[in-house]
């Protein structure tokens, strides 16, 4: 089914390739282009293709899913560890503290790419729509 925005038909994007290619941190059009410029900031367009990536208002969801995650693994490994060797306070706080700065630093950049790679694919927030580029300033 095609969208209608603007008048014109345009063709379905793939939700799937484009939430792989934003977990692999690629343009979620070409999957080619690197979607991050540096850690986390997204660049304006995709370096190979052109594609604008400016659209994105992927603001509190990638660290909320990162912390719900991250929560769902160290917890019960947290419990599992503790009934299991009874370790110290402190060499289970710092288990268990640096396993979630860890995993936390791993997951974020990765999800906000999937997030990203959703909004292109719904067409959400100006995605495949001619709009004028936002503001370097605002």
């Not at 095609?2 to 059009?29: F, L, T």
Request: some cysteine.
């Amino acid at each position: 089914m095609s969208d209608m925005i603007s008048g014109s038909p345009q063709p379905d994007r793939e939700m799937k390739r484009a939430v792989w290619r934003g977990w692999r941190r690629r343009c979620p059009n070409c999957g080619e282009g690197a979607l991050m410029d540096g850690y986390l900031k997204v660049r304006r367009e995709c370096p190979h293709c052109g594609e604008a990536l400016h659209h994105h208002r992927a603001d509190d969801g990638p660290p909320y899913l990162t912390l719900l995650i991250v929560g769902h693994i160290i917890g019960p490994a947290m419990l599992w560890v503790f009934v299991a060797y009874e370790p110290g306070p402190w060499t289970f706080m710092a288990i268990f503290g640096v396993a979630a700065v860890v995993l936390s630093l791993w997951f974020l950049p990765r999800l906000k790419g999937l997030i990203v790679g959703v909004q292109w694919a719904a067409r959400m927030h100006g995605f495949g729509r001619d709009a004028a580029p936002q503001d370097e300033a605002a």
